[in-house]
């Protein structure tokens, strides 16, 4: 299996990319933001507890999306691997993942992170926000909440890869089809 960490913070570029990779690579593509949405739009009791963090920047909690993933894999048991793209979040949900992979005897192959400074990144969400319908993408402080949040509990992630070896940084800035080329220069050198 090939299974891929999209990492990076909001606005990275993580969904748009993951959408080339999974028709290249013929991989699952697991969001877990846009399964929140889908749970909080479908009024769900999980979606309107989501809710509440979602609207501030928040984090929801570990529990509630590592059950979300295990769902999403214990019903693609078929996959010829997976793009995980924001999540994990945690150094918790990190090492929940890494032991559902052990359950379907594989593991992480590679964690390849887009790099965008913070500027960028505000810049890009709030006009992301002029069409996405996200209310989070709207306001700059719930956009710079969010990328607190990154910087303190999701940054870790990069050293917990990287001393398995498995992290990768690109950048992040430039044309949609470099970045991807970027991406596929790993990719292709493990699949
Ligand atoms: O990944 P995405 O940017 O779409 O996530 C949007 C929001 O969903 C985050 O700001 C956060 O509130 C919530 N989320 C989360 N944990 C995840 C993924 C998303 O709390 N693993
Ligand atoms: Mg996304």
Redesign the pocket.
């Known amino acids: 299996m090939l299974n891929l960490i999209l990492f990076g913070p ?1 606005g990275a570029g993580k969904g748009t990319q993951s959408e080339k990779i999974l028709v290249k690579y013929n991989l699952k593509h697991i ?4 399964l ?1 949405r889908a749970e909080r739009n479908a009024g769900t009791e999980l979606g309107n507890q989501a809710n509440e ?2 609207s501030k ?4 909690p570990d529990a509630v ?1 590592i059950g979300m993933v295990k769902n999403f894999m214990a019903d693609n048991t078929d996959a010829k691997g997976f793009i995980f793209d ?2 994990p ?1 945690t150094i918790a ?1 990190a090492e929940a993942l890494d032991s559902m992979l052990t359950d379907f005897n594989t593991e992480i192959s590679i964690v390849l992170g887009l790099e965008v400074n913070e500027d960028e990144l505000v810049t890009r969400l709030l006009l992301r926000g002029q069409t996405s319908g996200r209310a ?1 993408d709207q306001s700059e402080d719930t956009i710079r909440n ?1 990328f607190q949040e990154y910087l303190n509990k999701t940054l870790p992630i990069q050293n917990y890869y990287s001393a398995k070896n498995k992290y990768f940084g690109v950048e992040g800035i430039g044309e949609i089809d470099q970045i991807f080329e970027s991406l596929c220069d790993h990719l292709d050198k493990i699949s």
């Open positions: 909001p969001s877990t933001g846009d929140l963090f979602i920047g928040e984090l929801v999306v924001g999540f979040r949900q989070d969010r």
